[in-house]
């Protein structure tokens, strides 16, 4: 049959005798042998009479056609028409695709409806039930039916285990997953599925736990591509990058060739490290091969690795280049633009992407108020408050309400900052370091320290970002005592490790307080390389107390990082002119 003359085919099928014979059923068959599962569905709809002339195996196919692209409407017809015959109660083939169709179309309680309707359930209608909330991400009620279907006297079979496993990686399940891991070597299944290896290393790798991961791949007899890309994409999804690209290397050496999925995981770790050499050796390497156009996961994650790579304008010609846009693709240009400080940039994006009229998302709003925050921008902030008020989204995710205190706060606007929180339905560290920072920001140390109690008093830990804050405000009100007091509270009480971002604060208040040399000796002593934000505080304060001696080992230092500017060189000649006239 010729699949590539199918409108002909479809008006032959519109007559008055449209499908009294067997004729649909070949023509559907034949559709979905071609790979042509959209037009097989496509005639499904067309036909006029019920119930669908399909034979059991044809009716199979159609089910997990509907599956793959996920049309519930057909899928729901044929449900209907499996009742009404009785194949759901003597078929459990039927049943379990069934069952597998509505899982994969995102209704796990249709599924589960489907299921209890069974007269009996076997090993393969608990394992598609099992897949079906797996596939949802809906963890533990997939591991309850595991538990049911133990109880119930059914075997798991490799496919169950497997199901399992990824429920277990989907939350987390540490625990259950090695209480799992030792029922299939007792049952010696790894050896005997690499679908069951295979998920094994995938569970870990989810759990953070990748020690393990990396025990079972080394132990497996088959690694395949599916195998090799869980192992990378745990190290990506940890920021390890480098690991995540030398087992990248040592797959493509030992002749496996990557998936869609192994590139989009390798992108993540260039763009976590700034391996930005290795992923356009990637980029060239999926345009040879057609498949930037082909899939949208693979462009969303090149724009993502240029962007956290600080390449906005190979993420712009990317973007402009893919022919479908969704809300990943517009989020991660507007998150990169937030990462690396341009939030007019990511504001501008915002407008268009709304007047493309592609629906953000809750990270959309947090990105994007995290933006309006860093540029004052209180209006549009505003304007993204009424928005995400109107879809009822500001309890349903804290992050995003955390970016809305954090975008008032950043703005000045601590009365609508402390308005927010309050309605908040909870709190945690994030959320106090916003009203911190406000506070922080507008010089009210009161209110600093005021709003630190009640944040230890709620049970939220301080961070680091709350000790920056607290040492700004300090810093700024000329209290060098109480800062040192907070400082050495938090790292004795707290556990945090000072940072250079926190040495910083301390070298900036004894430059203020005139103690220099201290500061000097401070520097010398930490354990970190000074940065140009550094060796700025120091100029500063030596600017202030008229040190030129030191002013200069300042210009100095910053010239052998190589990071000298303007601001450095106009520092040094407001000091020597001031010494000059004094």
């Not at 391996?275 to 060239?284: M, Q, R, Y």
């Not at 724009?303 to 846009?325: H, N, S, T, W």
């Not at 945090?496 to 004894?510: A, I, N, R, Y």
């Not at 550094?534 to 080992?553: H, M």
Request: proline residues 3%; aromatic residues 8%.
């Amino acid at each position: 049959m010729d699949i590539g003359r199918m409108s002909m085919t479809h008006r032959a099928f519109e007559g008055p005798h449209f499908c009294k014979d067997r004729s649909l059923d070949a023509l559907v068959n034949a559709c979905i042998k071609s790979s042509q599962s959209r037009d097989a569905l496509v005639l499904c709809r067309q036909y006029q009479g019920d119930p669908l002339p399909l034979n059991r195996q044809t009716l199979i196919a159609v089910l997990k056609a509907c599956a793959e692209l996920h049309d519930v409407e057909t899928g729901s017809k044929l449900h209907e028409q499996i009742v009404r015959t009785r194949l759901l109660k003597i078929d459990p083939f039927v049943s379990s695709t069934l069952i597998d169709m509505y899982g994969k179309c995102g209704l796990p309680s249709k599924a589960q409806d489907v299921f209890d309707s069974l007269q009996a359930q076997d090993a393969v209608t608990w394992t598609a039930l099992i897949s079906a909330y797996a596939q949802q991400n809906l963890g533990n009620k997939a591991l309850d039916c595991f538990k049911k279907m133990e109880l119930a006297g059914v075997s798991p079979n490799c496919f169950t285990y497997t199901c399992a496993f990824k429920a277990c990686g989907s939350i987390g399940a540490f625990e259950r997953g090695v209480e799992l891991h030792a029922e299939v070597l007792r049952k010696d299944l790894v050896k005997a599925s690499p679908f069951v290896g295979g998920a094994l290393v995938d569970m870990y790798a989810k759990c953070h736990v990748l020690t393990k991961a990396q025990e079972v791949f080394d132990l497996l007899p088959v690694r395949g591509v599916i195998t090799w890309t869980s192992l990378i994409a745990g190290y990506a999804q940890l920021d390890l990058g480098e690991e995540a690209l030398e087992w990248f290397d040592r797959m493509e050496s030992e002749g496996v060739k990557p998936n869609a999925i192994t590139w989009a995981s390798t992108l993540k770790a260039c763009g976590s490290i700034g391996a930005f050499k290795k992923g356009i050796d990637i980029h060239v390497e999926i345009s040879k091969l057609g498949l930037l156009k082909a899939d949208l996961v693979l462009g969303n994650a090149l724009i993502d690795m240029y962007v956290k790579c600080g390449m906005f304008k190979e993420a712009q010609y990317v973007f402009d280049e893919l022919p479908v846009r969704d809300n990943i693709s517009w989020n991660a240009l507007i998150a990169g633009c937030v990462q690396h400080e341009y939030g007019e940039v990511a504001i501008e994006f915002l407008k268009q992407m709304l007047g493309e009229g592609v629906h953000p998302n809750a990270f959309t709003f947090s990105s994007s108020l995290k933006a309006c925050g860093s540029v004052g921008a209180a209006a549009m902030g505003i304007e993204l408050h009424t928005e995400i008020v109107r879809r009822d989204l500001e309890n349903e995710d804290l992050v995003l309400g955390n970016a809305l205190v954090d975008m008032y706060a950043k703005c000045g606007l601590l009365a609508k900052a402390e308005d927010v929180f309050v309605e908040l339905l909870g709190h945690d560290t994030c959320s106090w370091n916003s009203l911190v920072t406000g506070h922080a920001q507008l010089g009210d140390t009161d209110a600093v320290f005021w709003s630190l109690y009640l944040m230890r008093e709620d049970g939220s830990q301080p961070d680091h970002v709350t000790l920056v804050d607290v040492l700004y405000a300090c810093g700024h009100a000329g209290m060098f005592d109480k800062a040192l007091t907070y400082s050495i509270f938090f790292v004795e009480n707290d556990g945090l490790t000072p940072t250079l971002q926190h040495l910083t604060c301390m070298v900036d208040l004894l430059g203020r307080a005139g103690q220099t040399e201290t500061a000097i000796a401070m520097i010398k002593n930490m354990p970190f390389h000074p940065n140009k934000v550094l060796w700025n505080s120091v100029l500063s304060a030596y600017r202030k107390w008229g040190d030129v001696k030191l002013g200069l080992k300042a210009c100095e230092q910053m010239w052998e990082l190589g990071e000298e500017d303007a601001a450095a060189l106009v520092s040094m000649s407001n000091m020597y002119e001031a010494c000059r006239r004094t």
